[in-house]
């Protein structure tokens, strides 16, 4: 008994440093901590998986109980509630905009007509392009952002939808588009008044540049940062995230894309703080969009296990400012993607 709870024990500190390695994540920044920094950096994917091991946490604690590990106990139940706090309010909280006490069926009649945006990342790999675009309409949202596009997404995406998506804005990593290319594309039903999208470079690479449209009086950007790991994704991730939040714009904000992080991240918390903008997930839940084991895991077990489990990480996000209110959001799967794309509807 005591060699078991010695491997409790040992088990629970070593799930504390991996946690407390997820919040060391947010002091890596190449300027500040140097060759740290890419240790640090790859803390951000202990951040990740915050959820998961709280899952695991919890359901030790039961365990534990039986076998009278009374510290143990104490360790799991705090590093549960740590984990597992910030679902409480994506689960039980009233969405951005709204009081407990709101009616949401008369918000729509009693404001003007809201706003439906689509995020979706359609892997540029995806040979299924009709299909996405069938998605697109039956969906029907007002504006659509689309990332990892390269010419031949692009193109097919202005002739099939142009119809209804008559505005559209777009930027490549390689400038000129091509099929070599991997970007991002904005259509939207109303007109655009201008289109933002920087070169970005880092190591004298050419990075998936953001792209903004203003619009009646609001800013949309689509972005799709780097996903963690190496030194040179961190400096990538760090400049398109701070380019991003020193734009200079006023009114209403959406800011939605493939940011490659849950919102667990130290460095997507930053991000946050330095923009003032919000989680437009509150009140719907944690809303996963992308399984770590596509293919791997059979959809009938999947959909049994997202009832209670959810499987997978919610790293694809739409941000609002203070002054938009969140009518709906949910999550639509993407024909041959790994994602799914997030649906906001959004009163203004």
Request: glycine share 8%; hydrophobic share 45%; aromatic share 10%.
């Amino acid at each position: 008994m005591r060699f078991l709870g010695a491997m409790a024990g040992m088990a629970l500190l070593g799930a504390w440093a991996f946690l407390l390695w997820g919040e060391a994540a947010w002091f890596a920044d190449p300027e500040r901590t140097g060759s740290l920094a890419e240790f640090l950096s790859l803390g951000e994917i202990a951040a990740q998986v915050r959820v998961p091991v709280g899952q695991v946490m919890a359901m030790t604690i039961p365990f534990l109980l039986l076998l009278r590990f009374k510290k143990c106990v104490w360790g799991a139940s705090i590093a549960t509630a740590y984990c597992l706090h910030p679902l409480f309010a994506l689960n039980f909280g009233s969405p951005l905009g709204h009081s407990p006490s709101d009616t949401y069926g008369l918000s729509y009649a009693t404001v003007s007509p809201p706003v439906t945006y689509m995020a979706a990342n359609v892997l540029v790999s995806n040979k299924r392009k009709d299909e996405v675009f069938a998605m697109i309409r039956s969906e029907d949202p007002d504006v659509v952002g689309l990332s990892e596009v390269n010419k031949a997404w692009r193109d097919a995406a202005i002739e099939s939808l142009g119809d209804i998506y008559p505005y559209h804005g777009s930027g490549s990593n390689v400038g000129e588009w091509t099929d070599r290319a991997c970007g991002g594309m904005l259509l939207s039903k109303y007109h655009i008044d201008s289109v933002y999208s920087p070169e970005l470079v880092i190591d004298g690479a050419r990075l998936r540049p953001f792209v903004e449209v203003a619009m009646g009086g609001s800013t949309v950007t689509l972005l799709h940062t780097e996903r963690p790991g190496r030194a040179w994704r961190l400096r990538a991730r760090l400049s398109l995230l701070e380019q991003v939040a020193d734009r200079d714009v006023s009114g209403p904000r959406v800011v939605m894309g493939d940011f490659n992080t849950t919102t667990s991240s130290p460095l997507l918390k930053r991000f946050l703080s330095a923009t003032g903008l919000l989680d437009s997930r509150m009140g719907f839940g944690r809303q996963p969009t992308w399984n770590h084991f596509p293919g791997q895991v059979p959809v009938a077990i999947s959909n049994s296990l997202s009832k209670v489990w959810k499987p997978g990480f919610a790293i694809d996000h739409v941000f609002v400012s203070e002054e938009l209110s969140v009518l709906e959001r949910r999550t639509v799967p993407i024909p041959g993607s790994d994602h799914l794309a997030v649906l906001v509807t959004l009163k203004f």
